[in-house]
């Protein structure tokens, strides 16, 4: 078929899809063509008669998408294809329309009734983008157009559309949460569900809208259990993370009785009859307080059903499995997890990077696990440096006596990198394995003196940090390495270890009298020239040295004092004020001039080097928060074990009425004519299944084969009745039931190894028979490991949902052929529904939404609802001013997708008046220079007591002055403005530790701002220091070896630049507050609310 002139004759040689779009020769035009060429060919191909031209035209326009490419002025042409009879054609025109249907809302809402439509096309790809489409239209006057698509997408016959129906019940509820608690009932409905396709979709759904309705879990426990090994990847990563939260909360914890099991393990296993009578009393005593632990079946049941997932090829799942191990498992079983993480350190240097956190944070509480694999651990050259330190902290962690020696050695070649942070990071490892280890804390110490003569002057002044650390342990046995050290102050320069230096040597100065004043000396030579924080032990080094020897100091002691006394900064001149009139008694000093040796030379503790991972373990591992060491927005906290576990029988599946027997009566009716008589006769003989209602009333605990068959039978009879509501009907299903069992009675009798035609049977028969067989299949699983972890368990519990016979798979296979598409509303057994159903629905949808119009004065616009209490809100319009509407606005810190250079400002106005408000807009807005703002949509009308929400764009060019513009009604106009705090013009930006080095080193001198401040006692955390810092400010935090210290990276949204903040934390509660940016103004500001922030 030839195609049209434009389309065969195309500009640029190459027409496969796969190509680039280039000219032969470059001065042909083919790069530098503008689009609008292109467009219009594929405008025409859309516009024209023949399905395969428009066909191409889809390809085309979804490569170009795929590539990158703006096609969304292509939308007027495309969505006019929407109604398209070509299937192919259609399915590409909806792929289009998910892509632009939130930008181009407009043009979008003019083809909603064909989107209507589509939801009741017998194609089911086409029934599923047709919902997906509707709820990319994110205008709250649809909301119950998307309410009745999904409920009616729920009950549909195919996996795929309830699965569309479940990925959009959490789009709906961010567009409107009022519809919570119809959404819930669509939730409990899926999650009913028997199929691999939704479970993951539908506990999504869950987690999003409703996660604390833990109830709605109870009955699907053990299916998604057993149903989780099936799931599609990413879905098994979101159930594992609710089944922990759920089992958290359910189940005892399987480790409550160790500390009492450690305590004396050998006489639990060497039990002395006379000796130890005493003890042996004692520990009855604290025995009977402690009831011995048993696992619940359905703890073990979920430790079962993941543990295979650990071979899982998705680093997310194996992940997740390790995180519900780590919780949830007794310690003896979590080292299975070992071997699954260690594999994932050969992934991508990503993937390593979030696996080496979660095991740093692992190998502090259960060392042990980790310990084989050592050797996994070791550092390769080309791995980054990011993963290089976090191997350290688990190598560092895993350090015990027998191990260390090997440790140590790997340490030794380390020192030797080029990588500078590297280096530094090693030896802080190797002060931390001396603190934990006494046998070779000497060895260590050695190591890092000998490292002092090394030519780098980074390495040299990291020993010496740790060095001094190291002798705060033993200072009276190392007065040699002070020595040596005394002498490097003529070469170190890097301010911090020369401060380390002059510290030891005041601290100890009894062990080295003679070296000590000599030091002081040189130090009052350079004191001029030297940083603030060596001038400051300068001082400290004069005043101990003035109480311990006196006659050799005092003149070097006045001559430090009085240059601090005229230094430029403040805090040197303070020091030197109280020093001087602490040390040098006169009339005015008072009482402190007798305390001063006490003050300065009391003993000091020696410092703890503790991991920067120690207090992470209380957020989940796995989780964004727990990477950050901050709590995500949307994270929830992991449940604490309960003290005495809730009910189990919760998670039991309810028997329908119609399987309960009261009496040997009833039994003998439902049994007499068993349905599967023919099939059974296959494998035993008939009289035995007509022997069985007997033996079973005689005695329930006969063997369980009898009691299945008479189940299966008894279901069969009451299958019908379970469908139907009224109970005259029940009685007419079971005659004619009756009569249908006797004829089929007598031709099993007949010939027994005939195989049974049950035609003419009604489809919500073998749709029950479906369902039944899957839900007694289940059960059977589910009872069966009941089984093998306790064998005292009632026997009541098991017989709740009777295991179903071998024959009944084939019967219900050759049921399923015949259903009917009449009889699909009973395919999948659904919850039952609230007794009070909501006005909006009706029987056909199509019948509901040919009534609704865009223009109904019932639909009044409700849109975003977010919650106002967890961000600042800022009042726009007091409802005094505004005669009865009040507004009020917060940056929500959301990109504003129309333009990437304007801040998000979401604005709600609630109606407090008696009558209707109209036509609610902005107008003539007054702005500064430079200065864009993009308008909300008009809200055509705002009911007495509604509230609405709504989102405008204002481009602040990177400055805090205001946005002033009117807001209109039908009647009044109000002058108002918007200002935004400095931290609300930036957004996040993600960096490496070294990125965020390099960056900062471009921006110093002017566009560096510090600040001094103190933290008080509530913000010395580090979790409540980056919750303050990210509130005052939109940035997001940035990796960081160094303890101790804080890096935070944003942008501005205008511009583009980077803004930089580092806070250093110092001794006591001061610390260092450092802002790097471009825009001195926003520095300026950042540092003053940041600051304020800290100091809250």
């Not at 063509?33 to 889809?58: C, F, G, P, T, V």
């Not at 999504?204 to 057993?226: G, Q, S, T, W």
């Not at 976090?390 to 050695?409: F, H, W």
């Not at 333009?899 to 109606?911: E, K, L, R, T």
Request: one cysteine or more; charged letters at 25%.
């Amino acid at each position: 078929m030839s195609a049209s002139p434009a389309y065969s004759e195309e500009k640029g040689g190459s027409s496969s899809l796969g190509e680039p779009e280039y000219g032969h020769d470059p001065a042909s035009g083919g790069i530098f063509s503008s689009d609008y060429k292109r467009h219009d060919d594929l405008k025409e191909m859309l516009d024209s008669n023949k399905d395969s031209l428009k066909l191409e035209a889809m390809k085309r326009i979804v490569a170009m998408i795929a590539r990158g490419k703006n096609a969304s002025d292509l939308f007027p042409a495309v969505v006019k294809n929407v109604a398209c009879k070509n299937i192919e054609v259609k399915k590409l025109v909806y792929v289009y329309l998910v892509r632009y249907a939130e930008e181009q809302q407009d043009l979008a809402l003019l083809s909603i009734s064909t989107f209507q439509r589509g939801l009741k096309d017998p194609n089911q790809l086409i029934r599923a983008s047709a919902l997906r489409v509707l709820s990319s239209i994110r205008v709250p006057i649809i909301v119950p157009i998307m309410m009745l698509a999904i409920k009616e997408a729920a009950s549909d016959m195919s996996p795929y559309v309830r699965k569309t129906a479940a990925h959009a019940i959490p789009k709906l509820y961010s567009l409107d949460s009022d519809q919570k608690d119809q959404l819930i009932e669509v939730i409990e409905k899926l999650l009913a569900d028997k199929t691999t396709l939704v479970a993951g979709s539908v506990v999504m759904a869950f987690e999003e809208v409703c996660p604390e309705r833990i109830d709605l879990i109870h009955k699907n426990y053990r299916k998604l259990c057993n149903l989780l090994i099936d799931v599609e990847e990413w879905g098994q990563v979101v159930i594992i993370n609710m089944l922990t939260r759920y089992a958290r909360t359910q189940f005892l914890s399987p480790n409550q009785n160790e500390s009492l099991l450690e305590e004396n393990p050998e006489k639990a296993f060497y039990g002395s009859d006379e000796e130890d009578s005493k003890d042996d009393k004692l520990d009855a005593a604290s025995l009977v307080k402690r009831k011995p632990y048993v696992m619940d079946p359905d703890h073990r049941l979920l430790l079962r059903n993941t543990k295979p997932l650990l071979q899982s090829r998705n680093a997310a799942v194996v992940m997740a499995v390790a995180q519900l191990y780590f919780h949830l498992a007794p310690k003896a079983e979590v080292g299975v997890i070992a071997k699954a993480l260690v594999r994932l350190l050969r992934s991508h240097s990503e993937v390593q990077w979030v696996v080496l956190q979660n095991v740093a944070t692992m190998s502090i509480k259960r060392r042990g696990m980790f310990e084989p694999y050592l050797k996994s651990f070791y550092i390769r050259s080309t791995d980054p440096t990011q993963i290089k330190i976090l191997k350290l902290e688990v190598l560092t962690n895993l350090a015990n006596e027998t191990n260390i020696s090997t440790i140590l050695r790997e340490f030794q070649t380390y020192i030797r990198s080029m990588d500078k942070d590297f280096v530094a990071a090693t030896i802080q490892a190797i002060g931390r394995c001396a603190t934990n280890i006494g046998k070779v804390r000497d060895t260590c110490l050695n190591g890092l003196v000998q490292l002092l003569s090394n030519r780098d002057e980074l390495v040299v002044a990291e020993s010496v940090v740790v060095i001094k650390k190291l002798l705060q342990m033993q200072p009276s046995q190392h007065s040699e390495i002070i020595k040596h050290m005394a002498k490097l102050t003529d070469n170190i320069q890097v301010p911090m270890a020369r401060a380390s230096i002059l510290w030891l040597i005041g601290e100890y100065c009894e062990h080295v009298p003679k070296i000590a004043p000599d030091v002081l000396r040189k130090m009052a030579k350079s004191f001029t020239g030297e940083e603030d924080i060596v001038k400051l032990q300068v001082i400290n080094l004069a005043a101990k040295l003035y109480l311990t020897n006196s006659k050799q100091s005092k003149l070097l002691t006045q001559y430090v004092l009085n240059l601090a006394k005229y230094d430029q900064n403040y805090d040197i001149r303070d020091r030197a004020r109280f020093i001087r009139q602490l040390i040098v008694p006169t009339e005015k000093s008072g009482a402190l001039n007798k305390y001063a040796k006490k003050l300065f030379l009391a003993q000091k503790p020696a410092p703890i080097l503790e991991s920067s991972f120690k207090d992470r373990d209380h957020f989940q591992l796995g989780s964004l928060s727990h990477l950050l060491n901050a709590k995500a927005v949307g994270y929830q906290e992991l449940p604490d074990w309960p003290d005495e576990a809730p009910d189990p029988s919760v998670r039991n599946v309810e028997v329908p009425e119609w399987t309960k027997c009261t009496s040997r009566e009833k039994r003998k009716e439902k049994v007499e004519k068993p349905f599967y008589s023919d099939s059974e006769g296959e494998s035993g003989p008939t009289e035995s299944a007509d022997s069985e209602p007997e033996s079973v009333s005689e005695s329930e605990s006969e063997s369980g084969s009898s009691s299945s068959e008479s189940g299966s039978d008894s279901g069969s009879r009451g299958e019908e009745s379970g469908d139907q509501s009224e109970e005259e009907e029940k009685k007419k299903k079971k005659k004619k039931k009756g009569k249908e069992g006797e004829e089929e009675e007598e031709q099993g009798k007949k010939g027994k190894k005939k195989k049974p035609q049950h035609e003419g049977k009604g489809g919500s028969e073998t749709s029950w028979e479906e369902g039944s067989i899957s839900e007694s299949s289940s059960s059977e699983s589910d009872s069966g490991s009941e089984a093998e972890e306790s064998q005292s368990e009632p026997e009541s519990k098991r017989r709740t949902t009777p295991p179903s016979s071998k024959p009944a798979p084939k019967a219900s296979r050759k049921g399923t052929k015949e259903i009917s598409l009449l009889d699909l509303d009973d395919f999948t057994p659904a919850p039952p529904q609230p007794a009070s159903s909501p006005a909006i629905v009706s029987t056909s949808l199509v019948t509901d939404l040919e009534g609704l119009t865009l223009t109904d004065a019932s639909l009044t616009p409700t849109m975003l609802s977010p919650v106002f209490s967890t961000v600042k809100t800022y009042e726009l319009l007091h409802r005094m001013a505004g005669e009865g509407l009040s507004v009020e606005y917060y940056f929500n810190r959301q990109p504003f997708p129309p333009d990437p250079h304007m801040v998000a400002v979401q604005i709600q106005f609630s109606n407090n008046t008696e009558s209707e408000v109209k036509n609610l807009r902005v107008s003539e807005p007054k702005l500064v220079s430079g200065m864009r703002i993009q308008e909300f949509q008009e809200i055509e009308s705002l009911a007495p007591g509604d509230t609405a929400n709504v989102i405008m764009g204002i481009d602040f060019c990177d400055s805090t002055q205001a946005a002033n513009f009117q807001l209109c009604t039908h009647s009044r106009q109000f002058y108002v403005s918007i200002q935004p705090p400095v931290g609300e013009l930036m957004a996040p930006v993600f960096m490496s530790e070294n990125e965020f080095k390099k960056e900062q080193g471009k921006l110093t001198g002017m566009s560096e701002i510090t600040e001094k401040l103190t933290l008080p006692d509530k913000c010395q955390s580090d979790h409540t220091i980056v919750q303050r810092v990210t509130a005052a400010a939109n940035v997001s935090r940035v990796p960081c070896g160094v303890d101790n210290e804080y890096r935070f990276a944003a942008k501005t949204v205008t511009s583009g630049s980077l803004v930089l903040i580092t806070l250093e934390r110092k001794e006591g509660a001061r610390a260092h507050l450092t802002v790097n940016s471009e825009k001195m103004v926003i520095g300026t500001m950042l540092v003053q609310d940041v600051s304020q922030a800290l100091a809250q």
